[in-house]
């Protein structure tokens, strides 16, 4: 072999090599690239269906199709508890407050037909159940069931101060002028509450003269659930031998109405009446 043949053969072999130097460095770079823009790329979070509600809800109200939905929640935040079926909710009661896309839990639902019927299964924590009378005109109607939201207004006597004569008294070195009140009873007319669940009836059963069940009861009292503070105001009301009547809300009412109590000058003012001669 020649010396020339030979350089031939070396500079073959060293762009071989410089070749396969070449792919595998190329290779390399492309593996680089391909595992950093993965590394780089957000990872979708697993999800799992859970069950939310739709729109706000008030305590003790009643699951229907229409107030719950399924939602994809990334499952490191999904409580322990999460209720994942609709058909398993639809008919119970919430045991507190929700508000728009809140996921339900087992532990804010009951359901009604448990055996021992007890009502305090949809109280909260921060809810007191009080029992509050039904005399007035729409409850002889039987006309309010469970669930329904209704408003409270009450009218009231209230003795209060009005300023009466004046009387000056003069001494040696001043004039001291004394207003004498008297006292005066007003009546007022007021929304008491607004926007109130009920969460139970009780019954009168109504026998018939031979003493049988008619079949026909008649509300006896309704069960509120209420917040300690409005409980208390309500006590005070009826032991003030206020007058209650219930008006009956839609079953989607949300609104805060802006009531003026109602006094006899209100009326007056209103109807543009004056006192006879």
């Not at 339900?104 to 029992?131: G, K």
Request: proline share 5%; net charge negative; aromatic share 4%.
């Amino acid at each position: 072999m020649t010396n020339r043949t030979r350089t031939i053969i070396i500079i073959v072999v060293g762009l071989i090599i410089i070749a396969v130097g070449v792919g595998a460095g190329i290779l390399l770079i492309g593996q680089f690239n391909a595992r950093t823009a993965a590394a780089q790329k957000p990872v979708e979070p697993e999800k799992s269906p859970v069950v939310v509600v739709t729109h706000d809800m008030n305590l003790g109200e009643k699951l229907t199709a229409n107030d719950i939905n399924i939602s994809e929640i990334p499952v490191d935040v999904i409580p322990r508890d999460a209720v994942t079926s609709i058909d398993s909710v639809i008919g119970k009661f919430i045991k507190s407050d929700m508000v728009q896309g809140q996921m339900v839990l087992q532990n804010n639902i009951a359901d009604p037909t448990n055996n021992n019927q007890d009502l305090s299964f949809i109280l909260s924590e921060d809810h007191v159940l009080m029992a509050f009378p039904s005399n007035d005109l729409i409850s002889q109607g039987n006309v309010i069931q469970r669930g329904d939201v209704i408003d409270i207004l009450a009218s009231i006597s209230e003795t209060v101060e009005q300023p009466g004569s004046s009387i000056t008294t003069i001494t040696t070195n001043s004039t001291i002028q004394t207003i004498t009140a008297t006292p005066v009873v007003r009546d007022y007319t007021i929304d008491a509450f607004q926007k109130v669940s009920v969460t139970a009836l009780v019954l009168n059963t109504v026998n018939n003269q031979n003493g049988s069940d008619s079949g026909k009861p008649s509300t006896a009292s309704y069960l509120l659930a209420l917040k300690p503070q409005d409980a208390l105001v309500l006590k005070h009301l009826i032991d003030q031998g206020a007058k209650f009547d219930i008006v009956l809300r839609a079953p989607t009412s949300t609104a805060q109405f802006d009531l003026t109590p109602v006094t006899d000058e209100y009326i007056t003012e209103l109807y543009g009446l004056q006192v006879l001669p």
